[in-house]
């Protein structure tokens, strides 16, 4: 994992990707590569944002593809299920904010959505989400970031690479 780090700001980057792959199955199945947060190391108004790039270089008929980046259980972006092609990029892009720390601690997730990129067409499709607020986040334990992928047809020609897993951290003093 990289580290980028200037006042009160931090990048962090998953390893490298290029052999993590979700193919011929129909079950939800996250990426081997993740981002953990670090149990105890979040405050009230510390902002999240992660982004995550996924592309699909085979493709079988008009199979479709459905994506969550998710931090623990909690849905950060859902992506609805896309017909998508040959070297078809998606990008997940989701946010929160900490307004309470502990075992029981709540996040609001105030943004999410995605961009898709047909190889073929060069289309962009985008999709906002209204604002939720999760109550069961814990904040002292140390939480996974994750994209799970989801095929409609299992098929050896199905293949969703995961590109990038990026987070963005705002520490709390900035927040307003």
Not at 17 to 35: I, M, P
Not at 115 to 133: D, E, Q, V
Request: negative net charge; contains cysteine; glycine residues 8%.
């Amino acid at each position: 994992m990289g580290t980028r780090r200037s006042r009160d700001h931090i990048s962090y980057t998953a390893a490298t990707l290029t052999a993590d792959t979700v193919t011929n199955t129909t079950v939800a199945t996250a990426f081997a590569q993740k981002l953990t947060i670090a149990g105890g190391t979040q405050k009230v108004g510390d902002r999240r944002t992660f982004r995550a790039v996924v592309k699909t270089p085979t493709t079988n008929s008009t199979d479709t593809l459905t994506l969550q980046l998710m931090v623990a259980d909690i849905v950060i972006c859902d992506c609805a299920a896309i017909n998508v092609a040959d070297n078809d990029v998606i990008v997940l892009e989701g946010f929160y904010v900490v307004q309470a720390i502990g075992a029981g601690g709540t996040a609001a997730i105030t943004g999410g959505g995605y961009s898709y990129l047909s190889g073929a067409t060069s289309i962009s499709k985008a999709k906002a989400f209204a604002r939720t607020t999760s109550a069961n986040y814990a904040t002292t334990t140390d939480e996974d970031v994750t994209v799970v992928a989801t095929w409609s047809v299992a098929s050896a020609s199905n293949i969703a690479r995961l590109e990038s897993l990026d987070q963005d951290q705002t520490d709390g003093k900035l927040a307003a």
